[in-house]
């Protein structure tokens, strides 16, 4: 049959209002609401819940997946919540939510009343609200999502954990590519203005990030390859809610 997933990456995740309000319907009163992806407010999928819907997939994330530390927080509605430790998200005069990370820096805001955190312009965007970003030379640039050693020995331990102690298909997820859409090189406005005015850089910038991402995924490779994953997701937005972004 047709493998069923919810949870298994982002694309397949669910949002965290949902998510209670299906805990509730399903009369699940056990465990706490994580919210993992921050940003997209995406819900970690609980084992009574996998259990309930028949789900296949169980994932091995990247190491930013499993969160040690959480606190509690609260959604516009009161729902009640846990997120990363490492996120601050603060009230404006505006009744917006602004996400700061640990080192001060603005993730996202969230307006008030909505669902999920909207990015900011830029990678380094201070709490002026302004991008301090400087786009690099080529040299410079650093392909967004590389694995570190500590990395890989973390995902070999967790993958091993996962085939020892679950009989679910393990779904890898390498993470996205950032460089290839420009969402790492200051935003959609400054990539569109390079990629018709400074075409030599741009793909100086993608032959970069393609050589960076083939060595990444043998990396991977070497790591979990020879565990029991069914299928590994990397990806990046190439598209629009209306169709592809150029034809």
């Given at each position: 049959r047709v493998p069923i997933d919810l949870?298994?990456?982002?694309?397949?995740?669910?949002?965290?209002?949902?998510?209670?309000?299906?805990k509730k319907y399903l009369r699940i009163n056990t465990g706490a609401n994580y919210v993992y992806d921050i940003g997209q407010m995406l819900a970690m999928v609980e084992e009574p819940i996998l259990k309930r819907f028949g789900i296949d997939i169980i994932p091995l994330g990247r190491k930013s997946y499993y969160i040690s530390q959480w606190k509690d927080w609260q959604l516009f509605d009161g729902t009640k919540v846990k997120i990363s430790l490492n996120y601050n998200p603060k009230e404006d005069e505006n009744g917006d939510i602004v996400l700061f990370d640990n080192k001060g820096n603005i993730a996202g805001k969230m307006p008030k009343g909505g669902y999920y955190f909207e990015g900011l312009?830029?990678?380094?965007?201070?709490?002026?609200?302004?991008?301090?970003?400087r786009k690099p030379t080529v040299e410079e640039y650093e392909p967004y999502n590389q694995f570190s050693e500590e990395e890989l020995k973390y995902l070999q331990e967790k993958v091993d954990y996962l085939f020892k102690?679950?009989?679910?298909?393990?779904?890898?997820?390498?993470g996205g590519f950032g460089g290839l859409s420009g969402l790492a090189?200051?935003?959609?406005?400054?990539?569109?203005?390079?990629?018709l005015t400074e075409q030599e850089y741009v793909r100086a910038i993608y032959e970069k990030t393609v050589n960076a991402w083939i060595k990444n995924l043998k990396l991977y490779y070497q790591a979990v390859g020879d565990k029991?994953?069914?299928?590994?997701?990397?990806n990046d937005d190439l598209g629009t809610q209306k169709?592809?972004?150029m034809k």
């Open positions: 949870g298994g990456m982002a694309a397949t995740g669910i949002m965290v209002q949902a998510y209670v309000k299906l312009p830029g990678p380094d965007t201070h709490p002026t609200g302004e991008s301090q970003y102690n679950t009989d679910y298909a393990i779904l890898g997820d390498t090189l200051g935003g959609f406005n400054e990539w569109w203005t390079m990629l029991k994953i069914c299928a590994v997701v990397f169709g592809e972004w």
